[in-house]
């Protein structure tokens, strides 16, 4: 918690600083100039529906971008946060999802995040 609460107190004075932690508090990271997101929290797919929750502060899928490469029997997904989004508030995990239909994935694909949070 003492260095969640350092991390944050260093961070008013950065600009364009990130503050990362797991729920305890143990794992902080603290980046001058970072990117403001997204950071995939976790991912599933149902073979109809890939959901995933993502750490940032935009709640439009309109938003992100995802990117599917279809390679064999599983399909490698990204997913980026639009340069010209602009999205206002706390950042927050966000639930959001895609259908299969939208992403062009047969149903039943199997598919793979490739930017996925490890803290």
């Known amino acids: 918690m003492t260095r969640a609460l350092l991390a944050a107190l260093a961070c008013v004075g950065l600009s364009g600083c990130v503050i990362i932690a797991d729920g305890e508090g143990s794992s902080v990271?603290?980046?001058?100039?970072?990117?403001?997101?997204?950071?995939?929290?976790?991912?599933?797919?149902?073979?109809?529906?890939?959901?995933?929750?993502?750490?940032t502060n935009c709640t439009q899928r309109a938003d992100f971008e995802v990117v599917v490469r279809d390679v064999s029997d599983v399909a490698q997904v990204t997913i980026s946060?639009?340069?010209?989004?602009?999205?206002?508030?706390?950042?927050?995990?966000?639930?959001?999802?895609?259908?299969?239909?939208?992403?062009?994935?047969?149903?039943?694909?199997?598919?793979?995040v490739m930017n996925p949070l490890s803290l």
């Open 29 to 55: 990271k603290v980046s001058r100039g970072a990117p403001m997101g997204p950071y995939v929290r976790s991912v599933s797919a149902d073979g109809q529906k890939l959901h995933a929750t993502i750490i």
């Open 81 to 112: 946060q639009h340069k010209d989004a602009r999205c206002e508030g706390p950042l927050g995990d966000v639930p959001i999802y895609w259908s299969y239909q939208v992403l062009e994935l047969p149903a039943g694909k199997q598919v793979r």
